[in-house]
């Protein structure tokens, strides 16, 4: 479960801010009350973590792609920013912390960066449903993150 990728040096602008936050709170709650999962086009979940500096719970809508064997990926892009999102940061310091809401179900999970060729099959996987996300690479020089959420029995 090692977390550790850096911030790059270039990218574009990370969506922020008070319109941003309230976007983000709003599409968490109509994925939370239809359950259809669809976010600007992709398969969607809201993922939920605890602020690593805070300690309070922060809901975020994000694209999920199949991981296999019933986990999910999604992928820390935060559209080709220089930095990761602030949710990767949290997912880093609390991995067993984490609960996504998906297809209206709620499951407690536990995430994984993926490295090496975890990553890059994963990665190729991502670009091949959603090509937008090799538009999100080329914009940054960090690699973006790959994570594995895998549910946790209950």
Do not use: C
């Amino acid at each position: 479960m090692s977390f550790g990728t850096p911030a790059g040096t270039r990218g574009a602008r990370q969506p922020s801010g008070r319109i941003a936050a309230w976007m983000n709170k709003l599409m968490a709650k109509r994925l939370g009350r239809k359950g259809d999962g669809k976010f600007m086009g992709m398969d969607a979940l809201v993922l939920t973590t605890l602020g690593r500096k805070t300690g309070v719970e922060r809901s975020t809508p994000v694209a999920w792609f199949p991981g296999g064997n019933d986990t999910y990926l999604i992928v820390a892009s935060a559209a080709g920013a220089a930095g990761n999102p602030a949710w990767y940061h949290n997912i880093a310091a609390n991995p067993d912390k984490v609960r996504i809401d998906v297809a209206g179900r709620t499951l407690e999970v536990t995430a994984e960066q993926l490295h090496g060729t975890e990553r890059e099959q994963a990665w190729r996987q991502v670009v091949a449903t959603m090509p937008r996300f090799t538009g999100y690479q080329e914009k940054t020089d960090r690699e973006i993150p790959v994570i594995r959420l895998t549910p946790r029995p209950s």
